[in-house]
């Protein structure tokens, strides 16, 4: 088969656990409900909990007579501390009445948002993951994970506070984009708004107003809470995921007070063991292009990560698991196209896979396959553009149409980094792949 063709190998579907496979999983659970449920069997609701499965999933999993997807078994197996191997799991054999009603639509997922945690489609970055795991753990810790939109950052944080559950943490994820606009303005309702949610999240008694104090002010009245009742009633860690905090950057007041709270809890846990409970994720697309004191901010200590374009061996992986036999060179012309940007190169592989587009059509920039595939997330992206202020639409305007790096004034080129849409090169900043400049190009010049 040829890359051109575009053809599929005929699809494996789901795999079905061996004697050696089930023993195995069996033994794991009885010694878990030996060691955490007092020798008590786990019900099947507890089960689901535990796995983060579905109850009729799971029941797949353990009756070994119904096909489950591969992952779905490497997550069953991770909560129990066991890792999936080759012959822990087969293949069945598939009848042709099986053959002809499977559908590779079925598999497929909609390229969108969070990358689900059981889902073929999580490309791995190891050694990120790796460190992302090893960190949490640690008392204390801090993890400042970066990257522009849609490369991957709520996914990656979805399995890093999914790993501190695992290793018996209390977890809670909290986006920013919840958050009413007017909170914003009063930095009182938001740090009651955020010990709430937390309290929430964690299915505890909201007690925030027992813990208020008009004397000691706000950050001081949000510290007791946190120290006094949230991590005093909890038993184990507390593994606490902030997304899109960046959203906080265009609320400079209370983005210093805020970040300067964090700085000072995870400054707490150097000296105290109630801190050392806490573990942060802060989470963000921009780079901090707000003033904040050296010893006020977050974003200078604990652990960076930034999540870059996938590579080559990475796109080869995520084909593979769309069954698209692409040539080397096909891989590396769409990454000419696109970058290595995971959420570009899924939309692209799910149209193929789907028959709504052929590669070669995309790669040679087909006004049509381009619609098809592209026309809604370049829409977004020139939405987004347009609500900022006009001058960054002018600045992304130099850019678009220069040949060579340019030079553009610093916080422009940090709100243009978080979209997507311009890397940087030293001090200066470059488009970030050929399909924006082709499309932004086409709508300066009013062709689009």
Known sequence: MTGENNKKQQRRRGVILTEVGLEKLQNAKIKAEQEENNGNRYTLESLSEKTGLAMDTLMKVFACESRVDRQTLRHCFKAFQLQLWNEDFFYPQMSSVEENDCNLLSDLELPEGQVSLTSQFYIERPQIESECYKAILKPGSLIRLKAPRRMGKSSLLARIIDHGIQNNCAAVSLSFQLADTDLFQDLDKFLRWFCAN?????????????????????KISCKRYFEEYILSTLETPLVLGLDDVDRLFEYPDL????????????????????????????????????????????????????????????????AKIYQLNWSLENRENLMSLVGGNPYLLRLAMYNVSTSKIKLKELLVSNYQAISVVYGDHLQRQLWTLQQQNSDLLEAFKKVVFSSKPIELDLVQSMKLQSLGLVDFQDQQIVISCRLYKQYFQQHFQGVV
Request: hydrophobic residues 45%; proline residues 5%.
């Open 255 to 318: 983005a210093d007070n805020f970040f300067g709270l964090l700085r000072a809890w995870h400054e707490e846990a150097k000296n105290r063991d109630i801190w050392k409970k806490l573990r942060l994720i802060v989470v963000h697309s921009a780079e901090v292009y707000i003033p904040l004191k050296v010893n006020h901010s977050p974003f200078n200590v604990g652990i960076p990560i930034t999540l870059p374009n996938f590579t080559t061996e990475q796109v080869q992986n995520l």
């Open 198 to 218: 937390i309290s929430l999240n964690l299915k505890i008694e909201n007690k925030v107003i027992d813990y208020w104090d008009d004397i000691f002010g706000s």
